[in-house]
């Protein structure tokens, strides 16, 4: 690398560091002829993470400069790493001929990529969003102007592009529910105004956050900008007005850091979709994760989810749109209706779903290769791909008019748009299987365009041109058997026999003696090889241009696709759901304005699947405004959790649109769905810790209103047992008298069924168990009433727990369930009853006080009272004596 010698790398180092210090929050690829290199703390973090070997340069004198550098051919791995990774890579191009530059090539960088932004295949998931996010919360705001503080502290707007697909969502928030927003769009980078960091909801710690200045997120600035991109006078059409101050500044800053990554141009986006709060259910993260939605517990794969049961949809559009109904059920009783219907009318049709199913077979990721178009990155594979897409769509199409009667489905059967001109130059003008590239193999069909035509054939030998030379110079000479030949050395020639030689005229050159004669040149035979070789180039500068022609058209259509492809997935989603209905045995569920949730022989629609069919025990729920708590107890594996989840689950999949696994469903419209799973339950985090669940729990207590379904599973139970049950105990009464909530809390503390007594709305359930002999048969049935035990010794004994120690247990539970609870737990841990100072355990294995034990035994009500009295002179002085 001589630009490196001692002469030319002051310069060059300054250009360096010129580039560098705008790029400074990125690792920058240096282009240097083959190489991208990376200098000082870039080529340390690159030969850290990406395991290259790290050099150094002497910088004229001074110190050493560490160096790690990567051959341009492999860069697009090494920048995916990176990325992956979390950090951003800006690529500098040289951007003139190194042979014609004077003095240092002039470098500039083309592209930022960052986890958020990025078009390459390989660093997306087909499956889902790659969402990049800018979060502005109103009230950290300087205040730039009085009308942009209207509305109010509190507020959130966020700005959220996905780059890969040109969707954009503009959505208002507030501070409570940005949590529940990141969780659902798991943005891989996040924009917020400088110093408002801690702000963010901690639940998105895998994402890069990104600082801008505050001023970028100044909505007056914005507006203009945002009616500059879309080519609109003012952003009303996206019914966006002066309240809008925070989600017109959070986009501004969106656009503004695209923008910058982009600087040849930002590929276009479509029309924002804006969310409004009560549009969408939030579910925070831990009721998303608990639920096991999209993300399993275990893994964080998607095996065990509901999306892993609901997803057969067959485009990535649809998988995406499915992940995102799944994330944001609806709260509207009339959008929860429209999607229903759309579902009912593929399940009513079976043939229809199934041309629906196989229609959208044929129909690749239109979104994102449209977006690719756009963007002027599509390979001629992708265009094409685009083209086969379309030319799939009147199959959709005529599925869709199969159950287009009414509603939603009809809607977009007469809004219906195939871009069939598109389809058809796309599929006209490009070959049937084109390269990844432009270059050896043709692109461009044949019969399209006349000058690539004629060059082709020139290329390919030109024939006609060949054999009329051929033919000319035979007549010339007077040499029937002259032919004109070609070879890879000395290109085209002309071939004359030994006994012809004496007839060759003097114009032609000899080149070259082979047994059978010789063979020439002429000056015209030369004018034509010229015009073959430089033909194989100008194709191909004719391909491409042709190709871009192409490209840039499907590009200028974007919105039109993006349209389609939203279709598409719809249509996807809509059969999908229906398709899993019929296989599964969903039904319908009733929504409903009122309070009630009914459920009639509800399923797990994940536990069900991995048992044989018919092995999952249905059970019946119902949740009405006098009945709208229960605690649900039974012993450790009965089935609690399950009931739990599937009880959500169920009332999720409605409000998304979905049929449920139940044989009947009436579904009051929930605003949240929460659950919370105590902390020794909770295989969530790894670290849980009491604190964690209890400041999730005060979360709840916090948001939930009448209208929401809270599910607690074992809460408390990260304490001592005594703090658990009072905890558990004035939640649940809080829950009951504050919020007055539908709430189900699943506990394995029976103590809990003693709140019937007290609050009216209260039923007990258990889920049953049969002891038979020695076992204990799990029937995984719901019934009335509470259970009466834990069932924890006899879950011990089946353990293979010591018989001795088994009889143990069942005194010191006597003891402890008596009525005496309270003050037994007191007097075990007084003074006066010593602990074994070697052995806490010591406390339990102590003699139980003899007096406590008889007042155990004591059963008041078949007591008389000279017994009673009797009975209360002989402990009093037992108790005295001790
Ligand atoms: P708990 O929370 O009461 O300890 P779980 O809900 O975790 O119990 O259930 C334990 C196991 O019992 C589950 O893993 C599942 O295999 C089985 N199970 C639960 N509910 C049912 C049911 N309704 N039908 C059949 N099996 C069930
Ligand atoms: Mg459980």
Redesign the pocket.
């Known amino acids: 690398m001589t630009t490196m010698s001692t002469a030319a790398q002051t310069p060059l180092m300054q250009q360096y560091r010129e580039i560098k210090g705008r790029h400074q929050n990125a690792i920058l690829f240096f282009r240097m002829g083959e190489f991208y290199e990376m200098f000082y703390d870039d080529a340390e973090t690159a030969s850290r993470v990406l395991g290259l070997t790290l050099t150094s340069r002497n910088n004229g004198g001074a110190a050493d400069v560490p160096l790690a550098g990567v051959p341009v051919k492999a860069a697009g791995d090494y920048v995916r790493r990176l990325v992956q990774q979390g950090f951003r890579v800006a690529i500098c191009e040289q951007t003139e001929d190194p042979r014609l530059a004077k003095g240092v090539v002039r470098r500039e960088v083309i592209e930022t990529v960052t986890p958020g932004v990025a078009l390459a295949d390989d660093l997306l998931d087909g499956t889902r969003n790659n969402f990049i996010c800018a979060v502005l919360v109103d009230d950290e705001r300087e205040t730039p102007s009085a009308g942009a503080a209207a509305g109010g502290a509190g507020r959130v707007g966020v700005a959220a592009a996905d780059v890969s697909t040109g969707e954009v969502r503009f959505i208002e928030t507030n501070v409570a529910d940005l949590d529940p927003l990141m969780a659902r769009l798991a943005p891989r980078e996040i924009l917020v105004p400088a110093a408002s960091r801690a702000r963010l909801p901690s639940s998105r710690s895998d994402a890069l956050v990104t600082e801008r200045e505050s001023w970028e997120f100044d909505a007056p600035l914005a507006v203009e900008d945002l009616a500059r991109q879309y080519g609109v006078l003012s952003l009303e059409g996206f019914g966006l007005g002066p309240s809008d101050a925070a989600v017109v500044g959070a986009a501004g800053a969106l656009f503004r850091y695209l923008r910058e990554l982009q600087p040849a141009g930002l590929p276009q986006m479509a029309r924002p979709i804006v969310e409004r709060p009560g549009g969408a259910m939030p579910l925070d993260e831990m009721t998303r994760r608990n639920l096991e939605l999209v993300e399993s517990l275990r893994g964080g794969g998607t095996e065990g989810t509901l999306l892993s049961v609901l997803d057969r949809t067959g485009t990535p559009m649809g998988a995406r749109l499915l992940r995102q109904w799944i994330l944001a059920p609806l709260t509207n009783r009339v959008a929860i209706e429209a999607r229903l219907d759309g579902v009912s009318k593929f399940v009513a049709e079976p043939i229809a779903r199934e041309a629906m199913r196989d229609a959208v077979d044929g129909v690749r990721d239109v979104e994102r290769l449209a977006a690719k178009a756009a963007a002027h990155r599509s390979t001629p594979r992708e265009l094409r791909a685009l083209g086969d897409s379309l030319a799939a769509l009147p199959a959709v199409a005529s599925a869709l008019r199969r159950v287009a009667a009414s509603g939603r489905l009809a809607e977009m059967s007469s809004a219906w748009d195939e871009a069939s001109e598109l389809a058809g130059r796309l599929c006209s003008a490009l070959v049937e299987r084109p390269p990844l590239a432009i270059g050896e193999d043709a692109v461009i069909a044949a019969g399209v365009d006349a000058e690539l035509d004629a060059l082709r054939e020139l290329r390919d030998g030109g024939r006609d041109a060949i054999a009329k030379i051929q033919a000319d110079e035979r007549a010339r000479t007077g040499i029937p058997s002259l032919k004109v030949g070609f070879n890879k050395v000395f290109g085209y020639y002309i071939e004359v026999t030994k006994s012809n030689l004496h007839l060759v005229p003097p114009d032609f050159q000899r080149r070259q003696t082979i047994t059978s004669g010789e063979r020439f040149v002429t000056p015209a035979l030369k004018e034509h090889e010229e015009r073959v070789l430089s033909a194989a180039e100008r194709i191909e500068s004719r391909e491409r241009e042709l190709f871009d022609g192409l490209r840039a058209e499907a590009g200028s259509e974007i919105a039109r696709l993006q349209q389609i492809a939203r279709r598409v997935a719809e249509l996807d989603v809509l059969a999908t759901l229906a398709d899993v209905a019929a296989r599964e045995g969903y039904v319908r569920p009733a929504i409903v304005d009122g309070f009630e949730l009914e459920i009639t022989a509800g399923?797990?629609p994940v536990?069900?699947r991995?048992?044989p069919r018919d092995?999952?025990?249905?059970?019946d729920l119902r949740l009405v405004e006098d009945a709208r708590v229960i605690i649900l107890t039974?012993?450790?594996?009965?089935?609690?959790?399950?009931?739990?989840?599937?009880i959500g689950l169920i009332v999720l999949m409605a409000q998304a649109g979905s049929f449920v696994p139940a044989s009947a469903a009436r579904i009051g419209v929930v605003d949240r769905i929460f659950t919370r799973v105590g902390a020794s339950?909770n295989l969530v985090r790894g670290q849980s810790t009491f604190m964690v669940e209890m400041s999730e729990t005060s979360a709840i207590l916090h948001t939930a209103t009448a209208r929401s379904l809270v599910l607690l599973?074992?809460i408390g139970r990260g304490t001592a047992t005594y703090d658990g049950v009072s905890i558990a105990w004035a939640v649940t009464e809080h829950l009951h008298n504050g919020i007055c909530c539908k709430t189900v809390f699943?506990t394995?503390y029976h103590e809990l069924t003693q709140l019937a007594d007290e609050l009216d709305a209260l039923r007990n359930f258990n889920?049953a168990v049969r002891e038979a002999g020695d076992q204990i048969l799990?029937l995984?049935?719901l019934e009335p009433g509470g259970a009466d035990r834990s069932y924890g010794i006899e879950v011990g004994r089946l353990a293979g727990l010591p018989a001795e120690v088994i009889q143990r247990a069942r005194r010191v539970l006597a003891l402890l369930e008596g009525e005496q609870l309270v003050r037994g737990l007191d007097a075990l841990a007084s003074p006066r009853q010593p602990a074994t100072p070697t052995d806490q355990l010591g406390l339990f294995a102590a003699a139980p006080d003899p007096v406590v034990e008889q007042l155990a035994q004591v059963d008041v009500n078949t007591l008389t009272p000279l017994e009673a009295l009797s009975l209360l002179a002989k402990l009093a002085a037992e108790a005295k004596r001790r």
């Open positions: 399923r797990h536990v069900e991995m048992m092995k999952f025990i249905p059970n039974g012993p450790n594996m009965a089935g609690k959790s399950t009931v739990l989840r599937q339950d599973d074992e699943a394995h889920v799990f995984h049935r």
